[in-house]
Structures are given as structure tokens and as C-alpha cells.
């Protein structure tokens, strides 16, 4: 029987095999679409459903599993975390689609920034598979955290039926969701080879909009040739670059570099420095009238050319031995540009070399550095990184930027660096699964991306020099820039804290009266702070204030907008000390969250309602 069927097997294959050689176009992902076959062989069904889409076996149920809310929360961990009470950095532990869920609400519209390097999908990496029925289940077993039986890390092999369309399931709703936390000026940079470049364009022009399409940037990610390759050797990587909205962004200018620079010299010992020779003329213009400069020589602007500057501009310029007439002075005359007095950079182009931006190598030199490396394969070089944060950001707006596939944390790496160098203040988050690893002192991922911020922020407090910033002079003269911020908070994903967690945090109050145990017994206080920060849409970077009143814990956030005090046995007379809390900050709206189980008793929860009216609290919640 065996045999049997294998035989037959073989017959099937190598039909299909024959069928492939005649007709290559009618297959997709292995399988023979049948009415394309007929088409070919001449046979048109009348088709009203043909139309222009993109298109993939599950994506209604992608973009289903984008739009069901999140069950998780992030819990922080303080002692994993770097400068916890001063940092605005962010470093999160988890499957990405679940974390940019809980992120909507507090970061929406406040990414400048986002850069992401996700699996090509070579065939060989693991593409994370979403469970639309209970995803931080899902997630908890794939990272090993309870018992599973196969549901484990596997790789996408392209002999997957499904081999593309698992991968554009699993990038469809994060790109979806990154795009709602994209301020309306901010840039998303996403880093492909090409098993996916074309499925990933199509992706991206749908979800950002063909028109927000910036660019294609070529990085040439090797400098070597590959001789054993098949055809090509392989070094490029693609950098596809989209913007929220194109019309509200302007890339800022890169700066010269040395070859650039080279171009600028001083023969003439000119007191304003070094100059570059650039045109008198101009394409467009109105002007052909003839200058006659104190030297004698005329100048007239070529055939088809107009004059750039007007008579009092060439008057100044000839004036102030601004005009080169070459090294015997009889050349045709020239202005004489210099380099202090040009304020912008020049353009990028979508050629990105490594002797620019660094290559494969240099980014694993940069992890050896730190004595990180050859622990985690094919990070990205930080100066590759460098480039995008030097196009979409600025120093001077507290830009913050999102990479949500952070591996080694390279792009964390170069928003310090920066930083350290311009006088930023840029923040990032980045979002890691905590993927396991082969090696013992560093057993997932995200273990690796932070002892890389650890080493590389002290690595750059230390041996680096904090320079004032190059663009814009902010910091310049007798302002100190703000300190370097080299922390990170540390927050994991989980099953939310409460138990029967209603989603529709509004009707939160009705719970009031009923006096039930809700929070999970292992969980802290510190847990439910964050997510009551989740579920308020707040700044998981807010300073949070800590006082003791009448013996209970109270957390004061966004100086009295938000207060928390999740201690057992609260008495009236701690409700009235919370109360007057909002005359001391003189908030204008002030919010009360307690436990559900705090109160003695339905009397005194009653009594607390009464004296929170009284002072005019805004909103009471309980959990
Ligand atoms: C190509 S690496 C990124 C490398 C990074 N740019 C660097 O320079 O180190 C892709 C990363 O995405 C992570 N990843 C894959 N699926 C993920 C998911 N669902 N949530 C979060 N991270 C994920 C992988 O663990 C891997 O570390």
C-alpha cells in the first residue's frame, strides 16, 4: 500500500511537473490555479469579479485578527530596567501584534519614526503565526512560557503551501496597526530582501496608500562578491520607505561628507575659507544683460542661460574678491560658494552604499565591539540606522522612534549615539519576542537587545565625547544640552491583570458596588498601575509620584490628572486625603481609580462616592 501510494504520488508531481515547464504563470505558492489554466488554453470564463487587487489566502482573517482587541497587558519589571524613574525609553518584551494592540491608545499618532526589519521570509527564519481565538494564550506557549504540544517556533519553509501568504497574514495586521501610531508627518523605514520586496510593496501601498510611497533605497549590504553564487551574487537589501502622509513630510538634508567636502578648497587664501567655483547662470531666469566686472572682463550668460544674481549682488561679490577668474584670471568667471556660509546638507539618494552606511560585516564588528558578538545573526549596522534617524528626525523635538522587530536593538543604539552627538533628545521603544537562543548567558533574544543598550549607552557616556549639536546650534553658546538618556524601562507582556477584564473600560464604574476579588493574586500593584495607564491612553514613560496617606499607597500620575491607590481597607478618611489631593496639584481633571475590593463594605463604598462628589472629582473607576 505504501509503495502504492507513493507511486501514484510520483505520477501526480510529475504531471504537475509537466504542466509547470508548459505553463509557469498558472502557479501559485505550488498550486495550479485552475481557471488560469483554462484561460491559457483559450477558454475565458466571463469574469465580473476581475478587477485590480492584492490579494492572499487569509487575509480576511488577518484583517480580522488587526481589529480584536488585545486580552494582554505589559507588566513592567523594574529590575531589569536601566534608570527606571528619569528614563523615556522603552523596552518591550513580547509578540508585536499583541504589544501594538495595547499601544493604540497611549501612543497614537506620536511615532515620528518607525523602522523595521522583519523575517524576509528566506524559507528559513520563523514567521510568527497569530491565533485569532486567544492570542496571549498563543503567545505564552510559543515562548515557552506554559506547556504547549506543537505549538512550537518553527520556520516558514518555502515549501509551505502557504509560504507567502503566512508571511503577509503575520505582516498585514502589525503594519496596520504601526501605521495608526504614526504622527501625520512621521516615516515608516522598512528594511526587505528580495523573497518579498514585491509582496511587501503591494502590502505597504495599501495599507499607507500608493501615494505615500517615498522611496525605494538600495543598500549595498556587501562588499564582496559571492563567486559560488548561482547567478548573481546577492548585496543589496531594499529599504522601502513610506510616509503617513507624504505631503506633510520633508526629509531633512544629510550632512556633506569628506568626499563632498573634498570639493571645497581655499587656493586664493580667501579670509572666509574654503569655496567651490559654482555658475554665474542660471536655467531659468529673465535676465541676459551683460556684466562688466572693475577687472575689464565682460561676462554674458551662455546661450540659453540667464543671469543668477542682479547687478548689486555681482557689484558686492566682484567687490569682495568673491569671483574667480581662474588661476591666470582669464577663465570664464565664476562665484566663489563657500562652505561656512552653506547652511543645508544635500539630498539623499536611493543608493545607499557601505561606504556611507556601513555593510553586513561592519554591523557584527559593531556587536564585537560591545563583546556581543557573533551571538545574534544579521544585525543591521548603526550607521545604517543613523541614516534613517538622520532623514526623519530632528534634535530639538523630542522625536520618538518605534522599531518593533528590535533583534540586537540597533536602532536604540543609534538614537544614543545621536543623541550623544546632535544634543537630542529622541526616545525609542523597541518591541522584542523573547525568541530563544542557543546560548547560555543570554537564553532569548531580548536578553541580547538589552545588555546591548546597556553596554553601547555606557560605551557612549564613556569614551565618547558629548558634542553640541551640528544642525542647528540649539544647545550652542552658554545652554547646556539636556543630559544623555541611556535608560530603559523594562515592561512584559502577559495575560491582563484582571480577571473577567471588560474591555469597555468605560462601564468600569458600574462594577462599584459589587464586591468581588477581580486582580489575579500574583500580580502587584505596579502591575496594575500600567495597565491602568494602557486603558487611559497614557504615557507609559510619565513620571509616576508615590505617597503614603494614612498609611496607604497612593500613586500620583501627570501631576494629580490621574490617581491610583489599589491598597486593601481603605477608610473614608483616606478618601477625602486622595480627594484634596486635586486642590494641592490644582489639576483640572482629576481621575480616581481603587480596587474593587478595597472597601470594607458597600456602606463605606457608598460614603467614598459621596466624598469624591463633594470635592469634585471627575471620574471614579474601580478595577
Ligand atoms: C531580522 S531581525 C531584526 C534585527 C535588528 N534590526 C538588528 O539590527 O538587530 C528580526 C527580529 O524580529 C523578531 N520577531 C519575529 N517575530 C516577532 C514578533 N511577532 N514579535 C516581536 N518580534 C518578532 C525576531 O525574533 C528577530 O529578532
Known sequence: MKQLDGKSLDIVSQNIEKIKELFPEVFSEGKINFAKLQEELGTFAEDEAERYNFTWSGKSEAKRIAQTPSTGTLRPCKEESKDWDTTQNLYIEGDNLEVLKLLQKSYHKQVKMIYIDPPYNTGKDFVYKDNFKDNIKNYLEITGQVDSEGNRLSTNS???GRYHSDWLSMMYPRLKLARNLLKDDGVIFISIDDNEVANLRKL?????????????????????????????????????????????????????????????????????GKWKATPLHAKSGTNRDSYTFSNGITWTPPV?????????SMDRMDKNNEIWFGVNGEQIPQRKS???????????????????????????????????????????????????LLLSTKN?????????????ATTAHAVMKLNSEDGGNRKFIMVQLPEPTDNKEFPTICEIGKERIRRAGEKIIGSEVLTS???????????????????????????????????NFENLEQNLLDSVENIKSERTPQDLLYEILL???????????????HGKKVFIIGYGALIVCLDDEITLEVVEAIAKLKAEYKSEITRVVFKDSSFADAVVKTNALQVLKQFEIDEVVSI
Open 158 to 160: 518555502d515549501t509551505n
Open 204 to 272: 505597504c501601498d495599501e495599507i499607507f496608500g500608493e501615494d505615500n510611497f517615498i522611496a525605494n533605497i538600495v543598500w549595498e549590504k556587501k562588499y564582496t562578491r559571492a563567486n559560488d553564487a548561482k547567478w548573481f551574487s546577492d548585496n543589496h537589501d531594499h529599504i522601502l520607505c513610506y510616509g503617513k502622509n507624504k505631503e506633510n513630510i520633508k526629509l531633512n538634508q544629510l550632512p556633506r561628507n569628506e568626499e563632498q567636502l573634498t570639493a571645497y578648497k581655499n587656493p586664493d587664501n580667501h579670509e572666509k
Open 304 to 312: 540659453g542661460t540667464f543671469r543668477r544674481f542682479n547687478n548689486e
Open 338 to 388: 563657500f562652505l561656512s556660509e552653506i547652511k543645508d546638507g544635500v539630498t539623499p539618494i536611493t543608493l545607499w552604499k557601505y561606504e556611507e552606511v556601513g555593510h553586513n560585516h561592519e554591523a557584527n564588528n559593531d556587536m564585537k565591539k560591545l563583546e556581543l558578538g557573533g551571538i545574534f545573526s544579521n544585525p543591521k549596522p548603526v550607521r545604517l540606522l543613523l541614516q534613517t
Open 396 to 408: 530639538n523635538t523630542n522625536d520618538l522612534i518605534l522599531d518593533f522587530f528590535s533583534g540586537s
Open 469 to 503: 549639536p551640528k544642525n542647528d546650534g540649539l544647545f550652542g553658546g552658554t545652554e547646556v544640552p539636556p543630559p544623555l538618556d541611556i535608560g530603559f524601562k523594562v515592561l512584559k507582556l502577559d495575560s491582563s491583570n484582571i480577571k473577567t477584564w471588560d474591555s
Open 535 to 549: 486603558k487611559y491612553g497614557l504615557d507609559l514613560t510619565l513620571r509616576v509620584e508615590e505617597k503614603t496617606l
